[in-house]
């Protein structure tokens, strides 16, 4: 009879996996990046069509960090990204997966995609 086979490492007990809801985690030198949600109407009131929004969280470039890879950031100097600052990404940088049940929308891209920290 075959062994399950472990995985290489249990998510649950990585300190790195904390706080990350979405299920996934990042290798090399990607990020994950939890996006901020699109407006549903304008100031004005009017209600945005569902592919105006798909369209806008597509072109998304403000978010949070949310999980970071083993390799990334190691090349950098002066101001490293941690997990939880509020990011600026290239727009249109990355994937953008689905994760899970949730609605929230993340974004995978290299570290070298994130042009800034947001205060």
Known sequence: MKQAMKPAWNPED???WI???SGM???EYKVLVKLDPVEE???GGIIITEERKERDQMAGTEGTLVAIGGNAF???SGLIPRKGNRVLISKYAGQTPKAGDTKDLYRFCNDK???AVIQ
Do not use: F, L, R
Request: no cysteine; charged share 35%; net charge negative.
């Open 14 to 16: 990585s300190p790195i």
């Open 19 to 21: 706080d990350n809801e």
């Open 25 to 27: 985690m990042p290798v």
């Open 41 to 43: 109407k304008t100031k």
């Open 74 to 76: 190691s090349d950098w």
């Open 113 to 115: 995609d994130i042009i």
